[in-house]
C-alpha cells in the first residue's frame, strides 16, 4: 500500500536523523576500533539468527498457535538487535549506525510482511460487553488484536502483542506491578480516562488518545507516545519519543533528551507522581536522580538554531502540583466530576 510504504519512509527518515546526532567517541582509537569490530561480530551473528528464524516461518505456518509463538520470538530478537546498535551508537562510526539500523529496519518489515502472509485475519463481530473497571493482569489467551492500517511495524506488533488497556471511553485504568517488572504495555484509543499504573514496565508504547491523564511509575526503557491530543501525562523513563502530539502536558524524569516530531502545543515540566514505594522503584530502574533533561527537549521537524515553536516550558503556576496515586481505587468520582463518566 502508499500509505504504508510512505509510513516505512518516514521511519528510516527518523532512523537516519538519529544516526546523525552528534556522538561521544572514545579518545582512544585502538580501543574504539576493537570495540566497532566486537559490535559487529555480535549484530552479524544475530542478523543471520533472525534470517534463518524468517526463513523457517513458512515451513511451519500450518500451525497458528506454533507460528504465532515463533513470530514473538523474532520480534523480541529484532528488539535485542536494535537495543544492541542503540547501546553501542556513541562509538559507532557514522555509515556503521545508519547501515545497522537499516538492517534492523529490513529486518521489521519482512517479520510484518510474512505475518501478514501467514496469520489468518479473524472475522469481524460485535459482542456486547458491560463496561467495567479494568485490570492491567495480562490475558495471554485473548486473541491479538487486528493493527490499525496507518500504524508502522513495530507499533503494531507491541499493539498487538502486549497487555494492556485499549479502546475504552470515560473509564478509570489502574495497574499495579509492585515487587516486578512486567514488559511491554500498550495504553491505546482511550477517550477521556485516567490511567494509573503502579510499579516498573520495561517499555510503554502509547496510541491515539484523547483528554486522557496517564500516570505511570519507572519505565526501565523506552517510552513512545503516538498521536495523543489534550492530555496529561506523568512518565519516568531512560528515553521518550513523541509523536504527532497537540495541546498535551508531560511531566517528566527521563535520563535521556526527550524526542518530539509532528508536534506542537506541547509543554513540559519535572515529573510529580507519588505513590508509596515509589523511591525505591525509581532506585531499581536507575532513574532516582532527576537529570533536568525534561526541559531539554529535541525537535526533529525544527532543525534551526532558534527555540522550536512547537514545544515549551510549563510555567510553574500552571502545574498540578505532586500527584498522589497511593490510592488506586478511588478514581470513579474523579473521572464521573470532570468527563460525566464512571461510577459514583
Known amino acids: 500500500m502508499d500509505e504504508e510504504a510512505e509510513k516505512q519512509k518516514k521511519h528510516l527518515a527518523m532512523l537516519e536523523r538519529l544516526s546523525k546526532r552528534p556522538q561521544t567517541r572514545s579518545n582512544n582509537p585502538e580501543s574504539s576500533s576493537e570495540s566497532t569490530s566486537s559490535f559487529l561480530s555480535r549484530f552479524s551473528h544475530l542478523k543471520t539468527s533472525i534470517e534463518s528464524q524468517l526463513a523457517q516461518s513458512q515451513s511451519i505456518s500450518s500451525d497458528p498457535s506454533h507460528l504465532k509463538l515463533h513470530f514473538q520470538t523474532i520480534s523480541e530478537s529484532i528488539s535485542e538487535l536494535e537495543k544492541l546498535v542503540a547501546e553501542n551508537s556513541y562509538f559507532l562510526p557514522s555509515y556503521d549506525v ?111 488518545l484523547r483528554d486522557c491523564r496517564v500516570y505511570v511509575g519507572p519505565v526501565t526503557g523506552s517510552v513512545l507516545i503516538e498521536e495523543a491530543e489534550g492530555c496529561v501525562f506523568a512518565v519516568a523513563s531512560h528515553q521518550i519519543r513523541i509523536h504527532a502530539a497537540k495541546r498535551s502536558d508531560f511531566y517528566l524524569r527521563v535520563r535521556s533528551r526527550p524526542i518530539i516530531e509532528d508536534s506542537n502545543g506541547v509543554r513540559f515540566a519535572p515529573y510529580c507522581l507519588s505513590y508509596e514505594g515509589i523511591e525505591e522503584d525509581l532506585r531499581r530502574a536507575g532513574l532516582d536522580v532527576e537529570t533536568g533533561n525534561w526541559g531539554s527537549v529535541d525537535d526533529f521537524r525544527w532543525l534551526r538554531a532558534v527555540q522550536s515553536p512547537n514545544w515549551s516550558i510549563l510555567p510553574e503556576n500552571e502545574r498540578v502540583g505532586i500527584v498522589d496515586i497511593s490510592n488506586l481505587k478511588n478514581g470513579d468520582k474523579e473521572l464521573h466530576d470532570r468527563y460525566g463518566f464512571g461510577q459514583v
Do not use: Y
Not at 472475522?123 to 495480562?138: E, L, M, Y
Not at 477521556?192 to 516498573?200: A, H
Open 98 to 208: 545508519r547501515t545497522s539500523l537499516k538492517t534492523v529496519s529490513d529486518l521489521k518489515h519482512s517479520l510484518d510482511h510474512l505475518t501478514s502472509q501467514l496469520v489468518p485475519k479473524k472475522k469481524f463481530s460485535f459482542r456486547n460487553k458491560p463496561a467495567k473497571k479494568d485490570s492491567a493482569i495480562p490475558q495471554p489467551k485473548q486473541p491479538p488484536q487486528l493493527p490499525a492500517p496507518d500504524s508502522d511495524f513495530p507499533t503494531r506488533l507491541a499493539a498487538r502483542d502486549s497487555p494492556g488497556f485499549r479502546n475504552k471511553t470515560g473509564e478509570f485504568l489502574t495497574g499495579e506491578f509492585g515487587g516486578s517488572e512486567v514488559g511491554e504495555f500498550t495504553v491505546s484509543d482511550l477517550d477521556s480516562c485516567e490511567v494509573r499504573i503502579t510499579g516498573s514496565v520495561r517499555a510503554l508504547f502509547v496510541h491515539r
